[in-house]
């Protein structure tokens, strides 16, 4: 809880491929704007990957919120 009132940015990570991974983030930033009273000031990067574990490709998307 105290790490919300110093941190400048956060970066959240999730599968594509697993939507439980999503949810959890979602928590995460729940529980953070619980503790930060303005959760706007902080920028939040949201980076999706996908990949296919037999091909070994990934692919990274960044959304900026």
């Known amino acids: ?3 919300t ?3 400048e940015a ?7 491929d697993d939507e439980l ?3 959890v983030l979602s928590g995460y930033y729940a ?4 503790y ?3 959760i706007s000031d902080i920028p939040v990067v949201l980076v999706a ?4 574990n ?3 490709i990934i692919s990274v998307y960044f959304f900026f919120i």
Do not use: N, P
Not at 49 to 52: F, L, P, R, S, V
């Open 1 to 3: 809880s105290q790490f």
């Open 5 to 7: 009132q110093w941190v």
């Open 10 to 16: 956060v970066i959240f990570v999730f599968s594509l």
């Open 21 to 23: 991974s999503f949810s």
């Open 31 to 34: 529980k953070m704007a619980q």
């Open 36 to 38: 930060r009273k303005y």
């Open 49 to 52: 990957i996908t990949g296919e």
């Open 54 to 56: 037999d091909d070994h």
